[in-house]
């Protein structure tokens, strides 16, 4: 049924639209006077070149199909592949991300601002959120980029005659090195001791040049350093034009993705022993739902899979249109958890394959993030016919899946910064120079990533920095925020006058207990099993590297708080008052239906009432 034909939602629109003009032309005067303010300040200056005339239009997505496509790539990345399939078929898998989702999408719409305006207009209180996501998202950004310059590597060796993971007759190979493609020596590969597969060699002592620990820093991988700079240059140039060139952009790194898939898929499927691997992944073990690690450990999935808690759909969402429908976005959800589904029959086929070629369980070959996709996909490739043109595929997959996740990363920053210093950063060919400049920045931060100490640092960022308790406990706090102090009715409110349909009752629960409530359990849980961080199981960190990671960890928790505080202290008038202040939404926000009705009630009495009270003072003289 049509909007305007439900309820007076037309007439409704059509009030809202005339106090819209009146106080667009409110703006309009305003803005004049600035002008001419400006001018008085620039004598100087001609009239179209004052300063308020330079500042550039935010912008915003070019159709609908660009927000979503871009909302689809940020969310669909090498989670999907390498993390999601392994948890479900360790775990039994567990979703619940739907809420927070819509939360994001919402406010970011609403306000049309970046991760931390957008939170200084809702809550100023709680604009230590967008600063905390921020540098959750600095962290991650420096590690995914690092992953799409190993896949490129990779890629650029899968076209050779030979794979050069698939023998141990190259210059890197030890004497223990072993070819697990020779069919006279997989029967016999359980009972080898002391041997390591031709295809963990490659990783560790050609591409990473690993070191004996995060002491040993070690020279640069040039060659890595290389395949760094192209994947920023990508990166760069996918987004120097904003949301203009974004969306571009995503129409292929955002759909080709998934003819790689289909592709592998339809491969994996048609290997001997695929069978196996998919019966072993569809299996799940009902006595793991009682172990709370399963939880734990799905939920941060399901945070990382729907890319929210640091804020990513917050500054997609701000560049839509006023009346997107944000609620019947929350569709992709589907689509996304749809796409990890079938990313674990691709991943176990292909498990299963290189299990019955070996002759062993699928235990021992399955394996999840940086090891599934550097030793063990290529291992199995290496047994494939067409070995290189499987790899090629596998690789080319995974560097459009994390470019894309990349890109909204460094948009979340970029814009966070352009709206939090507009009258800087958002005039003409600045955007591009910021951009230029935080990539260049990125670029020889992340050396100390591809040094032959790299691996340890890595893993030490993504472990801490990046880590799923930090992104769960935003996740809790702007949850809390929404349905307590903003109000999870006055954002139903919103989302009704914006989409033109009311959220179910139970997102509200969600907002107001259950998000929070299962969040700050697993957080606890967190804390109580809490086991540090190893390398291959056997190297164990220095105690000032733990210090370092937790460091990097209470460096986006505490921020939260800390701005919340400081805004606290250095406000005006009694305690009551100031929070009363911070808890309150910028008066220029739209107003949603019923707050303008209840303006215009409240204005209405306040007239009837002066009127009252000049008829009682004409009696009284």
């Not at 567990?94 to 927070?100: I, K, S």
């Not at 691997?277 to 939880?295: C, K, S």
């Not at 349909?501 to 099993?529: H, M």
Request: proline content about 4%; charged content about 15%.
């Amino acid at each position: 049924m049509d909007r305007g034909t439900r309820g007076g939602y037309g007439e409704r629109r059509q009030d809202w639209s005339q106090e819209e003009k009146t106080r667009q032309g409110e703006k309009g005067n305003l803005v004049e006077d600035r002008m001419k303010t400006e001018q008085e300040k620039w004598p100087g200056v001609k009239e179209d070149e004052a300063p308020e005339k330079k500042m550039e239009e935010r912008g915003q997505w070019a159709s609908k199909t660009e927000f979503l496509l871009a909302l689809l790539g940020s969310m669909v990345g090498l989670g999907n592949v390498w993390r999601f399939p392994y948890l479900c078929y360790k775990n039994g898998g567990v979703a619940c991300g739907v809420p927070l989702f819509l939360l994001e999408n919402t406010i970011g719409q609403y306000t049309r601002q970046g991760l931390i305006t957008c939170w200084r207009k809702l809550c100023p209180l709680a604009e230590g959120i967008g600063y905390a996501g921020l540098v959750i998202q600095l962290y991650g950004s420096m590690c995914y980029i690092v992953i799409l310059a190993w896949a490129l590597f990779y890629l650029i060796f899968s076209f050779r005659a030979q794979l050069p993971w698939a023998s141990c007759t190259n210059a890197w190979n030890t004497v223990n090195c072993v070819d697990l493609t020779t069919r006279n020596l997989t029967a016999n590969w359980t009972q080898l001791t002391n041997t390591t597969a031709a295809a963990v060699e490659f990783w560790e002592r050609r591409v990473l040049s690993i070191s004996g620990g995060i002491e040993e820093v070690g020279g640069v991988r040039w060659e890595l350093a290389l395949c760094l700079f192209l994947m920023w240059v990508t990166c760069y140039f996918c987004l120097w034009k904003g949301v203009k060139s974004t969306g571009r952009a995503v129409y292929f790194t955002a759909t080709f993705p998934y003819v790689m898939l289909l592709v592998l898929l339809v491969r994996g499927l048609t290997l001997p022993g695929a069978l196996q691997g998919i019966v072993f992944y569809l299996y799940p073990d009902p006595t793991r739902l009682a172990d709370p690690q399963v939880w734990m450990e799905a939920g941060a999935q399901i945070f990382f899979s729907y890319s929210v808690g640091a804020g990513s759909l917050t500054v997609l969402g701000s560049y839509n249109n006023y009346n997107n429908n944000c609620y019947k976005d929350c569709w992709l959800c589907l689509l996304n958890s749809g796409t990890s589904f079938v990313a674990g029959f691709a991943v176990f086929s292909v498990l299963g394959f290189m299990a019955h070629e070996l002759g062993v369980p699928i235990e021992k070959v399955a394996e999840s993030g940086p090891g599934l996709a550097f030793i063990v996909y290529p291992q199995a490739t290496a047994m494939m016919p067409l070995p290189q043109l499987w790899a090629a595929c596998f690789f080319f997959m995974l560097i459009l899946l994390g470019l894309d996740t990349q890109f909204v990363s460094v948009e979340v920053v970029v814009t966070s910064m352009c709206d939090l210093f507009p009258a800087v950063l958002r005039r003409a060919g600045r955007r591009q120079i910021f951009l230029l400049l935080f990539c260049v920045a990125c670029f020889f931060v992340e050396f100390c990533l591809i040094s032959e100490g790299g691996m340890y640092v890595f893993q030490l960022i993504d472990y801490y920095g990046g880590s799923g308790v930090c992104v769960i406990f935003l996740a809790a706090l702007e949850s809390s925020i929404i349905g307590w102090v903003f109000g999870a009715e006055r954002l139903c409110d919103v989302i009704e006058d914006m989409a033109g349909v009311r959220p179910n009752a139970f997102f509200k629960v969600c907002w107001c207990y259950l998000t929070p409530l299962v969040s700050l359990g697993s957080i606890i849980f967190y804390f109580v099993k809490y086991q540090p961080l190893t390398f291959n199981h056997w190297y164990v960190y220095p105690d000032w590297a733990y210090a370092l990671g937790w460091i990097m960890a209470l460096s986006s928790i505490l921020l939260a708080p800390f701005f919340g505080i400081i805004k606290i202290c250095t406000g005006k008038g009694s305690i009551k008052q100031r929070l009363s202040a911070l808890c309150h939404p910028d008066d220029n926000l739209p107003l949603a239906e019923k707050q303008r009705a209840a303006r215009q009630q409240g204005a209405r009495e306040g007239t009837e009432m002066g009127e009252m009270l000049t008829d009682e003072q004409r009696r009284v003289k």
